[in-house]
């Protein structure tokens, strides 16, 4: 599945609910999130329209680590 190239910040932020991402905080356009879910984790998503596909990457592939999934299943997870 390729990564979407049209996704917003905002978007992204209610994508990531089912894995039990919350805002914490916001400082400018940043805004950071954290799940308890298999151990605590944060993430900072820019609130920007749209996320850079490389910065999108990133953010992925910082979630599929904490969960130990391939970026492949976080990506079917969330928009497939």
């Known amino acids: ?7 917003t910040g905002q978007e ?3 994508s990531l ?3 039990g991402y919350k805002v914490v905080r916001q400082v400018g356009s940043h805004i950071r ?3 308890l879910q298999n151990g605590e984790h944060h993430i900072t998503v820019p609130d920007h329209d ?8 990133g ?7 904490h969960f130990n999934k ?3 299943e976080i990506l079917y997870l969330l928009w497939g």
Do not use: F, Q
């Open 33 to 35: 999130l954290t799940t």
């Open 17 to 19: 609910k089912p894995l």
């Open 70 to 72: 391939s970026k492949e």
């Open 59 to 65: 953010i992925l592939g910082d979630i599929a680590d």
């Open 1 to 7: 599945m390729k990564l979407p190239r049209d996704i």
């Open 50 to 57: 749209p996320v850079r596909p490389g910065t999108l990457s």
């Open 12 to 14: 992204l932020i209610k």
